[in-house]
């Protein structure tokens, strides 16, 4: 195990990962099945015919322009398992709440929500994210840690370009968000290395000598810049795309982990917030989610220095189109963000649309309607895992998550599942991600990632059941 990561070390920097990943969805210029349908359904296929401008041009939004449906199936196309995003109903309703949040922010406002930004973001808004979060998390979120971010993607930018250089060093999970993944090894050109792992997930014993090598070939020197010599990239609650949560015992050994040989690791913690977690009775609102990582580095230890960041968003909770996240981070990686040229110049971000936000949390509108959401994905997940444990061929592994966007599905080693996307997607008009886009290491090959929110139930279900029908018959051949 251990050879196979040190042979990493010896790969020309930065192109350790093979990025196989999003040859799928990331061709601009093909045009697919699915979108060809929707554009012929629609009586608008004149405009596949108007070159690529008039192709961009016409698109509403980004799955749509790689050719997939528009989240319900009225314009015929596929139905695709494949994004992590919320549907249609769920957009109308960011209509309303964004309405009221603008006329309760107008009536006080004098204009400086349209300025420049401070560095940290809206103050007001801040407040109330830390109000927010305390309350969902059932756990303190101190105010003077929070950064506001145009979303998860630019936290992560931000954190991986400023404080680190091309080739450094990024561990990773196999398998893990595909455009992390591409973003740190194609578009930063860093070192991307799979932290190892055995049975429950990371190899902690194993992890610790694959860190002690890599520090000794390193020459870094923390300064104020560059405080960490490496970053461990995570999704420790209701993974994308497993689903799983980290223990609480990996999550005191791997903060000690990083304390011990000074790295940071970076929470993408997106999907925290839609926690399925059943109270003691069934209708009682779904318990806060496992406590995110970013508590367990506490400030009362003696050795505490600042080894976690919590990447948060508004994508999954309210709607992507809004550009916005926060992160919970130690004070020396805000410094950094804040002193940085690409701050200085644009002041917060998203100054607009935090400044409405933050009316909308002070209504309580966010939260009446993450209640509405985790109580309806609930509802998907149940009855989507229902029909998967129900229809699929024997020996085929479905893992329910306690929370997150995501079921995954583990098939017999023999099955692959690319092949069977295929099939999928040509005779029974639905899709899914095949395990192996996950990984930097062509694993997984027989495994899926399906999501639940993007449809309403019955088209979900409905998919279920068409892939455990090609299953059967792909499992059988
Ligand atoms: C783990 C993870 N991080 C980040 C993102 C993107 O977040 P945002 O829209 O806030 O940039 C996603 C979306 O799929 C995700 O799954």
Same mark, same amino acid.
């Given at each position: 195990?251990?050879?196979?990561?040190?042979?990493?070390?010896?790969?020309?920097?930065?192109?350790?990962?093979?990025?196989?990943?999003?040859?799928?969805?990331?061709?601009?210029?093909?045009?697919?099945?699915?979108?060809?349908?929707?554009?012929?359904?629609?009586?608008?296929?004149?405009?596949?015919?108007?070159?690529? +401008?008039?192709?961009?041009?016409?698109?509403?939004?980004?799955?749509?322009?790689?050719?997939?449906?528009?989240?319900?199936?009225?314009?015929?196309?596929?139905?695709?398992?494949?994004?992590?995003?919320?549907?249609?109903?769920?957009?109308?309703?960011?209509?309303?709440?964004?309405?009221?949040?603008?006329?309760?922010?107008?009536?006080?406002?004098?204009?400086?929500?349209?300025?420049?930004?401070?560095?940290?973001?809206?103050?007001?808004?801040?407040?109330?994210?830390?109000?927010?979060?305390?309350?969902?998390?059932?756990?303190?979120?101190?105010?003077?840690?929070?950064?506001?971010?145009?979303?998860?993607?630019?936290?992560?930018?931000?954190?991986?370009?400023?404080?680190?250089?091309?080739?450094?060093?990024?561990?990773?999970?196999?398998?893990?968000?595909?455009?992390?993944?591409?973003?740190?090894?194609?578009?930063?050109?860093?070192?991307?290395?799979?932290?190892?792992?055995?049975?429950?997930?990371?190899?902690?014993?194993?992890?610790?000598?694959?860190?002690? +090598?890599?520090?000794?070939?390193?020459?870094?020197?923390?300064?104020?810049?560059?405080?960490?010599?490496?970053?461990?990239?995570?999704?420790?609650?209701?993974?994308?795309?497993?689903?799983?949560?980290?223990?609480? +015992?990996?999550?005191?050994?791997?903060?000690?982990?990083?304390?011990?040989?000074?790295?940071?690791?970076?929470?993408?913690?997106?999907?925290?917030?839609?926690?399925?977690?059943?109270?003691?009775?069934?209708?009682?609102?779904?318990?806060?989610?496992?406590?995110?990582?970013?508590?367990?580095?506490?400030?009362?230890?003696?050795?505490?220095?600042?080894?976690?960041?919590?990447?948060?968003?508004?994508?999954?909770?309210?709607?992507?189109?809004?550009?916005?996240?926060?992160?919970?981070?130690?004070?020396?990686?805000?410094?950094?963000?804040?002193?940085?040229?690409?701050?200085?110049?644009?002041?917060?971000?998203?100054?607009?649309?935090?400044?409405?936000?933050?009316?909308?949390?002070?209504?309580?509108?966010?939260?009446?309607?993450?209640?509405?959401?985790?109580?309806?994905?609930?509802?998907?997940?149940?009855?989507?895992?229902?029909?998967?444990?129900?229809?699929?061929?024997?020996?085929?592994?479905?893992?329910?998550?306690?929370?997150?966007?995501?079921?995954?599905?583990?098939?017999?080693?023999?099955?692959?599942?690319?092949?069977?996307?295929?099939?999928?997607?040509?005779?029974?008009?639905?899709?899914?991600?095949?395990?192996?886009?996950?990984?930097?290491?062509?694993?997984?090959?027989?495994?899926?990632?399906?999501?639940?929110?993007?449809?309403?139930?019955?088209?979900?279900?409905?998919?279920?059941?068409?892939?455990?029908?090609?299953?059967?018959?792909?499992?059988?051949?």
């Amino acid at each position: 195990m251990l050879s196979q990561f040190m042979l990493r070390i010896l790969q020309p920097r930065g192109r350790a990962v093979s990025l196989r990943l999003l040859n799928r969805y990331w061709k601009i210029d093909s045009i697919s099945r699915g979108h060809r349908q929707s554009a012929v359904a629609s009586g608008n296929a004149e405009r596949l015919r108007s070159g690529r +401008e008039g192709r961009l041009a016409f698109f509403n939004h980004l799955f749509e322009e790689f050719g997939f449906g528009i989240g319900d199936t009225s314009d015929g196309s596929i139905i695709t398992l494949d994004f992590g995003a919320p549907g249609k109903p769920e957009l109308e309703g960011c209509i309303d709440i964004l309405n009221k949040a603008t006329q309760h922010r107008m009536k006080t406002e004098n204009g400086y929500m349209f300025q420049y930004g401070c560095r940290r973001g809206d103050y007001k808004f801040r407040l109330q994210m830390s109000k927010f979060l305390t309350e969902e998390y059932d756990d303190e979120v101190d105010c003077g840690e929070l950064l506001v971010t145009c979303g998860a993607t630019n936290g992560l930018y931000m954190v991986a370009s400023m404080l680190f250089n091309r080739g450094d060093t990024v561990f990773i999970e196999d398998p893990s968000y595909f455009i992390a993944l591409e973003m740190f090894g194609k578009d930063l050109g860093m070192n991307v290395v799979p932290v190892p792992r055995n049975g429950e997930g990371i190899n902690i014993e194993e992890f610790d000598k694959v860190l002690s +090598e890599y520090q000794r070939a390193s020459s870094h020197h923390p300064t104020e810049q560059r405080p960490y010599w490496s970053m461990v990239y995570l999704i420790p609650t209701f993974n994308n795309p497993k689903g799983t949560c980290l223990s609480t +015992e990996k999550c005191e050994q791997i903060v000690k982990l990083a304390r011990k040989y000074n790295i940071l690791l970076f929470c993408d913690d997106v999907y925290n917030l839609l926690s399925y977690i059943p109270g003691e009775k069934p209708e009682d609102k779904p318990l806060p989610p496992p406590r995110r990582l970013f508590a367990y580095d506490k400030k009362t230890d003696p050795d505490y220095v600042g080894n976690v960041i919590s990447n948060g968003s508004f994508s999954k909770i309210l709607g992507p189109g809004l550009r916005i996240g926060w992160m919970e981070a130690p004070l020396k990686v805000l410094d950094v963000i804040e002193n940085s040229a690409f701050t200085m110049s644009a002041g917060g971000w998203n100054n607009y649309t935090s400044a409405i936000l933050a009316s909308a949390l002070e209504l309580g509108l966010v939260s009446k309607h993450l209640l509405e959401k985790r109580k309806k994905y609930r509802d998907n997940l149940d009855s989507m895992y229902q029909v998967f444990m129900d229809d699929m061929p024997p020996g085929v592994k479905i893992f329910k998550p306690q929370g997150g966007f995501f079921i995954w599905i583990e098939f017999p080693e023999d099955i692959d599942t690319e092949k069977l996307r295929d099939v999928c997607e040509k005779e029974y008009s639905v899709s899914f991600v095949p395990g192996k886009s996950f990984s930097t290491t062509g694993s997984f090959g027989n495994c899926a990632r399906v999501a639940i929110t993007y449809y309403e139930r019955d088209v979900l279900v409905t998919a279920a059941k068409k892939i455990c029908a090609a299953a059967k018959t792909f499992c059988k051949n």
